[in-house]
C-alpha cells in the first residue's frame, strides 16, 4: 500500500536520517527510516512510497543494488544522497535510474525543493491508454508496456516519454521539453541531464521498424517517431 506523500529514507547516519525525518514531518511528509540496503529491501516488500531518499554507501546491500530493486518494480522517485559530485557520477546516477540527486553538504530547503518538484511531475499523469508501435501506455499508471510487458522507466524517464507523445507528432524544444518535465527547477537542471535521460529511455524502448521512438531534430529539439493512437 503506498500513502499519499509517504517519504522512505534510507540512510546510515543516524544524525542524517533523523534530521531529514524531523524536517520533512513538519512539512507534512509521512516517514520511514532505513539505515541499512538490506533493512530497506525488507521493507520494499510489503510497502511503496511516493518519494524514496537514497544514500548509496550503505552497510549491508549497497545503494546501487537497493536502486535496482526498485526500478524493477516500478518508477517510485528516486532522489540519491550523495557526496559524489563529478560529471561522470551525476551520469552514472541517472543511467541508474534515479530520477534526481542532491550532494552532500545539502541545505534541507533545497531537498525539500527537489522533493516537491518530483510529486509534481508524478502528479501530471492524465488519464486513459495511448498505443504507439509496440508500446501500450497505461497514463493512470505512468507505466509504458511493450509487447504486454512492463517496461522499466524513472519518472523523469516516464514524463519526457510522455511529453514527446503528447506533442506528436510535433517537435519539442529542449527548452520546452526542460520546462515540462523539470517544471520550475528546469533552469537548475545540467544540459547532459537532459541528453542522459532521453538516451536511456531510447535503450530502454528499443526500435519500432528499425527507428527509435524518439527522433533527434536538429536545430530544435525531440519529436516521437512513431504513429500515435
Not at 532505513?34 to 511503496?48: C, D, K, P, V
Not at 546516477?93 to 531537498?111: N, S
Amino acid at each position: 500500500m503506498e500513502h499519499r506523500n509517504s517519504v522512505l529514507i534510507v540512510e546510515d547516519d543516524v544524525n542524517i536520517n533523523g534530521l531529514l525525518k524531523e524536517a520533512l514531518e513538519k512539512e507534512g511528509y509521512i516517514c520511514t527510516q532505513a539505515f541499512s540496503g538490506t533493512e530497506a529491501r525488507m521493507i520494499l516488500q510489503g510497502e511503496r512510497y511516493s518519494v524514496i531518499l537514497l544514500d548509496l554507501m550503505l552497510p549491508g546491500i549497497p545503494g546501487e543494488e537497493v536502486l535496482r530493486d526498485i526500478r524493477k518494480k516500478g518508477n517510485t522517485p528516486v532522489i540519491i544522497l550523495t557526496a559524489k559530485d563529478t560529471i561522470d557520477d551525476k551520469v552514472e546516477f541517472l543511467r541508474g535510474g534515479a530520477d534526481d540527486y542532491v550532494t552532500k553538504p545539502f541545505r534541507m530547503q533545497e531537498l525539500l525543493v527537489r522533493i516537491q518538484a518530483l510529486l509534481r511531475r508524478t502528479a501530471k499523469s492524465g488519464h486513459g491508454k495511448k498505443i504507439t508501435g509496440e508500446l501500450e501506455l497505461d497514463i493512470n499508471r505512468c507505466h509504458i508496456f511493450k509487447n504486454k510487458k512492463s517496461v522499466e522507466l524513472s519518472t523523469t524517464e516516464w514524463r519526457i516519454a510522455a511529453v514527446l507523445i503528447e506533442h506528436y507528432p510535433a517537435a519539442v524544444s529542449r527548452e520546452e521539453l526542460l520546462y515540462q518535465v523539470w517544471d520550475k527547477d528546469a533552469m537548475y537542471v545540467e544540459e547532459n541531464t537532459l541528453n542522459v535521460n532521453i538516451s536511456r529511455v531510447r535503450e530502454k524502448l528499443g526500435r519500432y521498424d528499425g527507428q527509435q521512438y524518439i527522433e533527434t531534430v536538429r536545430g530544435i529539439g525531440y519529436r516521437w517517431s512513431v504513429d500515435v493512437k
